[in-house]
Protein backbone atom coordinates (compact mmCIF):
# COMPACT_ATOMS: atom_id res chain seq x y z
CA UNK A 1 0.00 0.00 0.00
CA UNK A 2 1.42 3.39 -1.20
CA UNK A 3 0.98 6.56 0.73
CA UNK A 4 -1.73 8.05 -1.18
CA UNK A 5 -4.21 4.80 -0.74
CA UNK A 6 -3.11 5.22 2.71
CA UNK A 7 -4.46 8.66 3.00
CA UNK A 8 -7.65 7.28 0.99
CA UNK A 9 -8.35 4.27 3.32
CA UNK A 10 -8.01 7.13 6.26
CA UNK A 11 -10.35 9.24 5.27
CA UNK A 12 -12.81 6.70 3.93
CA UNK A 13 -12.49 5.30 7.37
CA UNK A 14 -13.23 8.62 9.34
CA UNK A 15 -16.07 9.18 7.28
CA UNK A 16 -17.57 5.72 7.50
CA UNK A 17 -16.85 6.07 11.60
CA UNK A 18 -18.62 9.24 11.47
CA UNK A 19 -21.79 7.82 9.60
CA UNK A 20 -21.77 5.01 11.97
CA UNK A 21 -22.21 7.62 14.78
CA UNK A 22 -24.77 9.47 13.16
CA UNK A 23 -22.95 12.38 13.74
CA UNK A 24 -22.85 15.32 10.85
CA UNK A 25 -20.02 16.95 9.86
CA UNK A 26 -20.37 19.89 12.26
CA UNK A 27 -21.07 17.81 15.22
CA UNK A 28 -17.71 15.35 14.52
CA UNK A 29 -16.04 18.57 13.78
CA UNK A 30 -17.07 20.38 17.14
CA UNK A 31 -16.17 17.17 18.89
CA UNK A 32 -12.55 16.60 17.53
CA UNK A 33 -11.84 20.79 17.99
CA UNK A 34 -11.43 21.39 14.53
CA UNK A 35 -13.18 22.90 11.58
CA UNK A 36 -15.94 21.59 9.63
CA UNK A 37 -13.75 23.03 6.19
CA UNK A 38 -10.89 21.09 7.53
CA UNK A 39 -12.98 17.51 8.50
CA UNK A 40 -14.78 18.06 4.77
CA UNK A 41 -11.25 18.29 3.08
CA UNK A 42 -10.14 15.03 5.26
CA UNK A 43 -12.55 13.24 4.47
CA UNK A 44 -12.84 14.48 1.01
CA UNK A 45 -8.93 13.31 0.58
CA UNK A 46 -7.89 16.96 -0.50
CA UNK A 47 -6.55 17.41 2.56
CA UNK A 48 -4.20 15.40 4.96
CA UNK A 49 -4.53 14.64 8.58
CA UNK A 50 -1.37 14.94 10.41
CA UNK A 51 -0.84 13.05 13.74
CA UNK A 52 -2.52 15.90 15.79
CA UNK A 53 -5.26 16.21 13.60
CA UNK A 54 -5.79 12.13 13.74
CA UNK A 55 -5.61 12.36 17.11
CA UNK A 56 -7.97 14.86 17.51
CA UNK A 57 -10.56 12.99 15.27
CA UNK A 58 -10.27 9.47 17.30
CA UNK A 59 -11.09 11.32 20.09
CA UNK A 60 -13.98 13.30 19.11
CA UNK A 61 -15.13 9.87 17.81
CA UNK A 62 -14.75 8.27 21.17
CA UNK A 63 -12.88 5.25 19.74
CA UNK A 64 -9.69 4.07 20.39
CA UNK A 65 -6.71 4.09 17.73
CA UNK A 66 -6.85 0.29 17.04
CA UNK A 67 -10.67 0.40 17.06
CA UNK A 68 -9.53 2.93 14.41
CA UNK A 69 -7.26 1.38 12.29
CA UNK A 70 -8.41 -2.49 12.56
CA UNK A 71 -10.34 -1.94 9.02
CA UNK A 72 -7.02 -0.15 7.59
Not at 44 to 56: C, Q, S
Not at 57 to 62: D, E
Request: aromatic share 10%; proline share 1%; glycine share 6%.
Amino acid sequence: MDLSELYEKVASRIKFLRKQQSLTQEKLAELSGISVDYLGKIEANIDKPGFRGLHKIITGLNISYSEFYKEI
